[in-house]
């Protein structure tokens, strides 16, 4: 099997560098500037040289540095000495894992979306929202090789996924607007939905389909089709997806895997003790 490779991003500054006013006292700062370089080695697996890990936070290399050591330490991060790379440590790796935890329901949802993925051979996704962005809490992977948007804990926007939209498709167009003022419309490919109208459209689409498709628009060649988790209260509490290569997701497959999803995720809210909500009130 051909193994992914995850590609560095390319090289920008943060917002966050050595001459930015003290945001408080030396101690916010210096926990504002340790908090900064998790979150930066986090973005790559193949983790960063100091010099560009210096580079990528906008601080000095003896800041860097010094902060890393004491990181270190603490097991959040770890230093490869044969490479001289540092990357997340297992500690980080601890205290994320409690954000999974608190979400007690990922451990009943895994039989589902396996069952998901045994169905369609595509892999299936759970996500949450986290502050305008989807949170991918677990996945269970297609045995077939492909690409994925973001692993386990990345982000992606709402408006620029399936799992996304799906849950979008739930809220009000006041709160839809407020998304959008607050997060953008980020390009991320060429289908990407950079238009509210056209968002508004797709919304609408999705109510009445009662699932959301993502047409190559956070990663070109992958598809994903989506529907929404519910809570006791018919409130959307998660999304989940499969997704999968463009060449095996065509357009006559979209509505054999929206069904499928659909019947998911009615299934997993049933055993979660939530409850559909009524056509009506989309």
Not at 8 to 16: D, F, G, P
Not at 114 to 127: G, I, P, S, V
């Amino acid at each position: 099997m051909k193994r992914n490779v995850i590609r560095r991003k390319a090289i920008e500054l943060k917002s966050r560098s050595d001459s930015d006013p003290d945001p408080g006292d030396g101690g916010v700062q210096s926990v504002d500037r340790a908090l900064l370089i998790i979150e930066t080695l986090a973005e790559d697996d193949e983790g960063y040289r100091l010099k560009d890990l210096a580079v990528r936070t906008g601080l000095s290399p003896s800041t860097v540095h010094r902060l890393l050591t004491t990181l270190e330490k603490r097991r959040f991060v770890q230093f490869d000495r044969d490479e001289s790379m540092w990357h997340i440590g297992a500690q980080s790796f601890a205290v994320g894992s409690t954000f999974v935890r608190r979400r007690n329901f990922v451990t009943q949802a895994l039989p589902y979306l396996r069952k998901l993925r045994d169905q369609t051979r595509e892999t299936a996704n759970l996500a949450v929202v986290d502050d305008g962005a989807m949170v991918v809490l677990t996945r269970v992977e297609s045995r077939e090789i492909m690409r994925s948007v973001t692993k386990v804990g990345g982000r992606v926007p709402m408006v620029a996924s399936g799992l996304g939209k799906a849950l979008l498709s739930t809220y009000s167009e006041q709160d839809v607007f407020a998304i959008i003022q607050r997060e953008g419309m980020p390009r991320l490919t060429s289908k990407s939905i950079v238009r509210a109208g056209e968002l508004c459209k797709s919304l609408h689409d999705i109510r009445q389909q009662g699932y959301s498709i993502d047409d190559e628009e956070a990663l070109i060649g992958l598809r994903c089709v989506s529907a929404v988790v519910y809570d006791d209260c018919s409130e959307p509490l998660a999304a989940i997806s499969v997704s999968g290569k463009a060449s095996r997701v065509p357009n006559d497959r979209l509505p054999v895997l929206g069904k499928l999803v659909q019947e998911v995720a009615a299934e997993l809210t049933k055993a979660l003790g939530g409850t559909m909500p009524d056509a009506k009130s989309f």
